[in-house]
C-alpha cells in the first residue's frame, strides 16, 4: 500500500510563488512514476507534471511550462512542485498521484495511488 500526504498550499497574490511537497510511504518507489494534478471549480482533474522516480525525467502541461517545476528528494521520499508567477487560473486542489510503471502518461486513469489534495488559491 502506498500513503501520498500533500501539503503547501495555501493563498497567495497572483504572481506570486508556492512549493508543494508529497510524502510518499509505504513501498520502494524506484520503478514509480510520481505525478502532480489539479481540479478547480466545476472542472475535470487535470495533468499538470510528473516525474519518474528512477531517472528524474519530467514531463508538464503547456499551461504550466516555465512556471512550475516538478522534482523529488529520494532519501526523503518527496516530491515537490515549485510554483512561480501564479495566476488566478492556476486555483484548484492539487493532488500528488503514483503510478506503479516505470512508464506512465497524462491521464488520470494510469495512477493508482492519490493523495488527498492542497488547496491553491491565487488572488488577483
Known amino acids: 500500500q502506498v500513503q501520498l500526504v500533500e501539503s503547501g498550499g495555501g493563498l497567495v497574490q497572483a504572481g506570486g510563488s508556492l512549493r508543494l511537497s508529497c510524502a510518499a510511504s509505504g513501498r520502494s518507489f524506484s520503478s514509480y512514476v510520481m505525478g502532480w494534478f489539479r481540479q478547480a471549480p466545476g472542472k475535470e482533474r487535470e495533468f499538470v507534471a510528473h516525474?519518474?522516480?528512477?531517472?528524474?525525467?519530467?514531463n508538464s502541461a503547456d499551461s504550466v511550462k516555465g512556471r512550475f517545476t516538478i522534482s523529488r528528494d529520494n532519501a526523503k521520499k518527496t516530491v515537490y512542485l515549485q510554483m512561480i508567477r501564479l495566476k488566478p487560473e492556476d486555483t484548484a486542489v492539487y493532488y500528488c498521484a503514483a503510478a506503479t510503471k516505470v512508464v506512465a502518461g497524462t491521464a488520470l486513469r494510469e495512477y493508482d495511488y492519490w493523495g488527498q489534495g492542497t488547496q491553491v488559491t491565487v488572488s488577483s
Open positions: 516525474i519518474r522516480w528512477s531517472d528524474g525525467s519530467t
